[in-house]
């Protein structure tokens, strides 16, 4: 058997987490990551068999179950993961429709995965029937697009093409735009329901006042996406202010996507 802590997964686990950290976007505990792994990538690492304990999750989900993920502890700080990944994340094979997890690594000091984990499954379900590709939901806190969730319009219309308008390269990373819900309490069911349901349009889900989901195929495609995400949502807090004498009109935007061979989300340009 080989070192888990050798993994591929797990190596960028460690890394992207630190990075996460050093950017501002996971202050204390906050933000969580889950990753969906692969059960023959696993088992070169873990005795799929060895069950440590079993972890209710509260909430259903038979599309999941057997697949396994890579998650972050709750109440756990990313900027610790580094120095202890087996306290700090763990190793879940989802059974019982959903309704139950068998932990197979990690959670060392007794604990367990993220309070947003309802938000995190509901999301994968969502992503994979439409990506099957899909790997990783993200959540953090950056401060700039925390920030504009109290200036503009929620309107997610209107959010999107806002950001659109900060950066040339929005439109080209994020064509399906920017779903918003307003201020909800975080770590429950029913928080999870509505961003899963927000992910079938979007790989972003903006949490207002709170943070921002992000879906992709592996951590990196996340990551970027939260990151150009949040650029648009600097330079917007950097103008908000200001007059805007100069912006990126929807016949540039309609010249990015013929250049890039994007498609902005439909109904989005004018
Ligand atoms: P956890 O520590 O439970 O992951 O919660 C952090 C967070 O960001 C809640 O939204
Ligand atoms: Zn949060």
Redesign the pocket.
Request: charged share 10%; aromatic share 0%.
């Given at each position: 058997m080989k070192d888990i802590l050798t993994a591929p997964f797990m190596v960028e686990m460690i890394r992207i987490t630190a990075n996460m950290y050093d950017h501002g976007w996971d202050e204390r505990?906050?933000?969580?990551i889950s990753l969906l792994l692969e059960e023959e990538e696993l088992a070169e690492y873990l005795d799929l068999s060895a069950l440590i304990r079993t972890i209710p999750t509260g909430f259903r989900a038979p599309e999941l179950c057997g697949k396994y993920f890579l998650v972050?502890?709750?109440?756990?700080y990313f900027k610790n993961v580094q120095y202890a990944p087996d306290v700090n994340l763990g190793i879940v094979r989802i059974t019982d429709e959903g309704e139950s997890t068998e932990l197979l690594w990690g959670f060392s000091d007794g604990g367990k995965f993220?309070?947003?984990f309802p938000a995190h499954m509901m999301s994968h379900v969502a992503r994979l029937s439409i990506d099957p590709e899909n790997r990783v939901v993200m959540?953090?806190?950056p401060s700039n697009i925390l920030a504009m969730t109290f200036v503009p319009t929620l309107d997610e219309r209107e959010f999107t093409r806002t950001l659109w308008q900060m950066c040339t390269e929005c439109l080209v990373v994020f064509p399906d735009g920017v779903n918003v819900l307003p201020w909800m309490l975080?770590?429950t069911n029913e928080i999870g329901v509505v961003t899963a349901e927000k992910m079938k349009t979007a790989r972003i889900v903006v949490w207002a006042q709170?943070?921002i989901y992000g879906a992709g195929k592996d951590l990196d495609e996340a990551f970027g996406l939260i990151e150009t995400v949040e650029k648009g949502a600097e330079i917007y807090m950097k103008i908000a202010h200001l007059p805007r004498i100069n912006t990126i009109t929807d016949e540039m935007m309609h010249e990015i996507e013929g250049g890039f061979k994007v498609k902005a989300r439909e109904g989005y340009l004018d």
């Open positions: 505990n906050g933000g969580n972050t502890g709750t109440g756990k993220t309070s947003e959540h953090c806190h975080c770590g709170h943070g």
